[in-house]
């Protein structure tokens, strides 16, 4: 919440036996929800803004595209343990705002803007500016890019607060070059 405006940045489901939720989120206390990627874990719970309200959406273009086809895939296999159906999805399609990276969007007393990030196609991190602050959420990002997407786009200057993702913040990745051979 940035002076009275409040942004969802990322909305996600975590698939396992039965699937794990995050807590619920009134659409009505929100002004735009942003997808980051087309991940589930960042994706997947979106529809259920729209059970009971509805809010803009915004997002890159592959990622509502990616993320429709993952969500409707999702309903299918996971049939009765999801809070939400296909008719939800269908609103949240119709509340979608593409928008692309260093593409500004105001709403209320707050702006935001997506940056590239290296690390899915559509992948996006997100710049937040309010009055007096700025705020900068990494989501998945790559900051050195690979053969098919170009590194993370991190030239924000000075911000006031980071959030970043930390899935795998425990674990030691392969070089990329090695991981592309």
């Known amino acids: 919440n940035c002076d009275g405006t409040g942004f969802l940045l990322d909305y996600g489901v975590e698939l396992g036996d039965e699937p794990a939720y995050p807590m619920e989120v009134n659409p009505h206390d929100i002004n735009a929800a942003i997808i980051t990627h087309a991940h589930l874990d960042h994706s997947g719970n979106i529809p259920l803004l729209f059970t ?22 999702m309903i299918k296999i996971e049939k009765s343990h999801l809070r939400f159906d296909m008719s939800d999805v269908t609103k949240m399609i119709m509340h979608s705002k593409e928008i692309g990276y260093r593409e500004k969007v105001i709403r209320g007393n707050a702006s935001f803007e997506l940056r590239e990030s ?15 602050k700025r705020l900068f959420y990494t989501a998945d990002i ?25 899935t795998y913040s425990q674990t030691d990745q392969m070089p990329r070059d090695e991981a592309e051979e």
Do not use: C
């Not at 290296?118 to 007096?132: F, I, N, Q």
């Open 142 to 166: 790559n900051p050195k890019g690979s053969r098919m997407l170009r590194e993370a786009d991190l030239d924000f200057g000075e911000i006031d607060l980071i959030i970043t993702e930390s």
């Open 118 to 132: 290296g690390h899915v196609l559509g992948g996006a991190s997100v710049l937040v500016e309010s009055e007096d």
């Open 52 to 73: 009971g309200g509805s809010t803009d959406v915004y997002a890159t273009p592959p990622t509502f595209d990616l993320s429709r086809l993952l969500i409707e895939d």
